[in-house]
DNA sequence: TAGATTGTTAATCGATTAACAATC
DNA sequence: TAGATTGTTAATCGATTAACAATC
């Protein structure tokens, strides 16, 4: 989560390998207590009048949420949205590897895109069955998005990270993790307004 | 918020004009209070024994969240996810304009991406100046975000849509919102790991 | 030892849920 | 009128914050 991000990011600048509670609750403004109880959480505990180990909270983290396991995902829809997904070296960090991308357009089989070749959508239930895949990424822009669900989940699919602006029903043990930008563009308008009606405070 | 997405999506297909918040709430797996007390807050009352009229209640968080204003945004970085959001036609619904994009590259400058005409940096602080933009998204992949949130802050930009993996910094006045995946990809790697411990439950 | 930070129990705060008279 | 749904007050629940003895 945020803790990760925050420690992995300090911890490679400054040399002094510890860090306090305090400090981190004062860099992501929360109180230090939270800290301390998350961390005790996933049963990691701090050295007192030091603090906690910036490596070990980090390997912790990594541990409890699965980082250190490699995880192998496909991409269907390649996009512009895909494109992007695809081109971004961020995900390998957190255990994620994207080892297949498709599309329905059959143009677009056989191409590359951001140096993955785009498979046909006949050739996805036995590539997924094959490698033993359990999670999908959705970039298509069309309606397709519920069909495509419930083809992933036949074959064995257990999470589903939609980036289309619909909303997918699964059964219940598949995550399906939305990614609508709706949301933030509710903030943002709000806020935009807000600012109209009182531009000084 | 996801009253508005619901209700816009679901009243298009039904005649009945009304809803009552029971259904709003088991549609979004919610309590019917919350949903009651939510529309009060923005000045919004229902009929006795009918319930909630759906246009009425559109239009009042349409008013509510500045959807019915029009925002104008520059984006900033015509890459990948750039280029997505310049296809991305959904915003108009939501009152987003985006009305020009920018990019450090000026190999890219003139052309055209999604329609849109890719503009010089140089040009960015008079054209957010003359037409007074306050909004500005970023996508730039490189790192250079902090600096650019400056710029376009000490030329009014009132709000910074932030799709870069990088923490930026502003006044308090001015909002950030920032669309980072790794919260999205925590989710899913705990939710994958956790299900190869108790594949069963 | 003295000082600082932890782990954890207790208290506060806010949000969610329940209950019910008022209303159409 | 009778029935169903609202608006709002009261109660419950959970999460956040405070306090403090234990620890290095």
Redesign the interface.
């Given at each position: 989560?945020?803790y990760?991000?925050f420690l992995s990011e300090s911890g490679a600048k400054k040399p002094p390998q510890t860090i306090t509670s305090a400090q981190i609750a004062a860099a992501l403004d929360i109180d230090p207590t939270q800290v301390r109880k998350d961390f005790s959480a996933i049963g990691l505990l701090g050295i007192g009048r030091v603090g906690f180990e910036v490596c070990e909270v980090c390997r912790a983290i990594r541990v409890?949420?699965?980082?250190d396991?490699r995880?192998e995902a496909v991409l269907i829809g390649t996009?512009?949205?895909g494109?992007?997904l695809l081109?971004y070296s961020?995900?390998a960090r957190?255990?994620?590897h994207i080892v297949a991308a498709f599309d329905m357009d059959q143009r677009l089989v056989g191409s590359k895109v951001?140096g993955c070749t785009v498979k046909s959508m006949r050739s996805l239930k036995p590539f997924i069955r094959k490698h033993g895949i359990?999670?999908a990424l959705l970039t298509t822009p069309v309606e397709a998005s519920q069909k495509l669900a419930d083809r992933l989940v036949s074959v064995g699919v257990?999470?589903i990270?939609n980036f289309t602006?619909t909303r997918i029903t699964v059964p219940p043990e598949v995550?399906v993790?939305d990614?609508h930008?709706?949301?933030?563009?509710?903030?943002?308008?709000?806020?935009?307004?807000?600012?109209?009606d009182s531009p000084s405070s």
């Open positions: 989560m945020r990760y991000r409890a949420l699965g980082f396991q995880h996009g512009h949205l494109a992007a081109a961020g995900f957190y255990g994620l951001a359990r999670l257990k999470a990270w602006p995550l993790r990614e930008i709706s949301l933030g563009l509710s903030v943002i308008a709000y806020h935009l307004t807000h600012e109209v």
